[in-house]
């Protein structure tokens, strides 16, 4: 019987597999479905205070997203430090440095004052039906999840979505999931 980190290394496999064979354009595209459907739900539309993320270029492409909706809404980055991750305001003049991910993260203060925030929006390698999150290994959103009590939202591709992920006591689930062509919620 395998055990749960060989499970979720297998899945994290199969997942990297399907997204090296979408083309670029129809990630963009799949992208901005995603978005649009993000944009829609009444947590985005009243959310003030977002946690984001800058995009890799196997995720839903969040760049455009960013400098859309930075004039509108406070939006945060995550910047990686040792084993974990802080957020620092992102806007369109934010000086950003290149992580050692290839990351764009923005230079500045950390933002710490968590009650204020009115939103998480989270990567994921995969999610399931059932809101669990599967992440890239190294716990870095597990961990800092667990200190705010804002909306989670889960953001994929639809082939992302599975009926179940391997997951332990220390994946934290989403209270929403959004794929191009879903939208769930607790």
């Known amino acids: 019987m395998k055990n749960i980190k060989q499970a979720k290394d297998e899945l994290r496999k199969r997942i990297s597999a399907e997204k090296k064979k979408m083309p670029k354009d129809e990630l ?7 978005l ?5 739900t009444g947590v ?35 910047v990686v430090l040792g ?12 000086a950003l440095q ?18 204020k925030v009115d939103l998480v929006i989270v990567p994921g390698v995969a999610f399931d039906r059932k809101m669990n999150r599967l992440g890239r290994g190294k716990g870095y959103y597990d ?3 667990k200190k705010l009590t804002a909306p989670k939202m889960g953001i994929c591709f639809e082939f992302q979505l599975l009926d179940s992920v391997p ?16 939208l769930i919620w607790q």
Not at 28 to 34: F, L, R
């Open 28 to 34: 963009a595209e799949k992208s901005q479905e995603v």
């Open 98 to 115: 290149q992580s050692a991910y290839g990351i764009h993260e923005p230079e500045g203060e950390n933002f710490t004052d968590y009650k």
């Open 83 to 94: 084993d974990d991750i802080v957020f620092r305001p992102y806007s369109k003049s934010t």
């Open 167 to 182: 997951t332990n006591e220390n994946d934290v689930k989403m209270d929403y999931l959004v794929s191009e062509n879903d």
């Open 44 to 78: 985005f539309q009243s959310a003030k205070n977002i946690f984001l993320y800058n995009s890799l270029s196997d995720e839903i492409q969040t760049s455009a997203f960013l400098d859309k909706w930075c004039t509108e809404k406070k939006i945060y980055l995550p």
């Open 36 to 40: 649009d459907i993000v944009e829609m």
């Open 143 to 145: 961990r800092f999840l």
